[in-house]
């Protein structure tokens, strides 16, 4: 596609319930990327997978978090037990490979724990 | 700890001004300097980005001025337009993942 489509664009859940997110890269492009941004502050990185694997976690919070991408192209983020703290825009980005210039991002899910 | 200090936290310029943006790092290893600009409800969009090499890129109306040696990187908006009101992050990153760092963002109003 043109951009990153990321979907749902919203999502509410309850405490403790499980949930996925999802995110479509630009075609061709190989490198993905999960951020999460809370209100009023920057994104603060999350994953990134080159193809199919996930070549740095090092942003995960904890291992309620995880994330895949079989194929090499459209990835989820999965949240397990939902806390009421991971509340925020999870934004996904792609650029087309290892080295290359600015990443493109997508407009985000905003996820709310109630 | 916070790796990239950005401020000021918020601007208000009128229309034809240069709003200023400012950020310093800490890390030495970083290497990729870009700036990006998010309007409410959107992702972040690259503007322009540098390379420790530079001292100064422009493109269009927006420039970045680099200080090395003060570990200090700029925003400058030339002729600054009420469309230009948006919130602008500073990022760095260094080679590997190319994971950003950013700042806690500005953010601008351009008045008419």
């Known amino acids: 596609g043109a951009g990153v489509s990321q979907t749902p664009s919203n999502k509410v859940t309850e405490k403790g319930k499980y949930v996925e997110l999802r995110c479509d890269p630009i075609s061709g492009h190989t490198a993905l990327y999960w951020y999460r941004q809370s209100l009023g502050q920057g994104p603060e990185f999350l994953i990134y997978f080159q193809g199919t694997g996930a070549a740095d976690d090092s942003g995960l919070p904890n291992d309620r978090f995880f994330a895949v991408r079989p194929e090499g192209s459209v990835s989820t983020l999965k949240i397990q037990r939902t806390e009421r703290g991971d509340s925020a825009v999870y934004l996904c980005a792609s650029k087309q490979r290892h080295g290359s210039y600015g990443y493109t991002f997508g407009s985000g899910t905003r996820l709310t724990v109630v | 700890q916070q790796q990239v200090k950005q401020s000021p936290q918020s601007l208000i310029v009128q229309k034809g001004g240069i709003p200023i943006i400012n950020c310093a790092y800490e890390n030495t290893a970083f290497d990729y300097f870009p700036w990006y600009q998010q309007f409410p409800g959107k992702g972040p969009a690259l503007l322009i980005a540098?390379?420790?090499?530079?001292s100064e890129k422009k493109e269009g109306r927006f420039t970045i001025s680099f200080n090395k040696s003060a570990k200090q990187f700029s925003l400058h908006i030339m002729d600054s337009q009420p469309g230009d009101s948006a919130t602008y992050f500073c990022a760095a990153s260094q080679g590997g993942s190319e994971k950003l760092v950013f700042g806690k963002g500005t953010k601008l109003t351009v008045n008419p």
């Open positions: 540098i390379r420790p090499d530079v």
